[in-house]
């Protein structure tokens, strides 16, 4: 089930819902209103359409492997 992400109309609350069918009817976690907008998701992504370069930062190493909290990018291993 896909997870889409309302606000209620009553009192501004957002919040995510896991629903079977986007037409589903959703009740607001705050307030219990039934009249909740649907949100647009926003997906994050790097590169030359996001105005971010997909060049690696300095100090970018790839034999330090994968892992870590980036990647191994950051030199943080775990």
Not at 18 to 25: E, K, N, S, Y
Not at 36 to 53: D, M
Request: aromatic share 6%; proline share 6%; hydrophobic share 30%.
């Amino acid at each position: 089930m896909p997870i889409y992400e309302y606000r209620c109309e009553s009192c501004a609350e957002r919040f995510e819902e896991l629903v079977r069918r986007p037409d589903d009817t959703v009740a607001c976690p705050q307030c219990g209103g039934t009249a909740a907008e649907r949100l647009l998701s926003v997906f994050a992504g790097v590169g030359a359409s996001s105005g971010t370069s997909a060049a690696p930062e300095a100090g970018f190493s790839p034999q330090r492997g994968a892992g870590g909290c980036c990647g191994g990018a950051c030199g943080h291993m775990h």
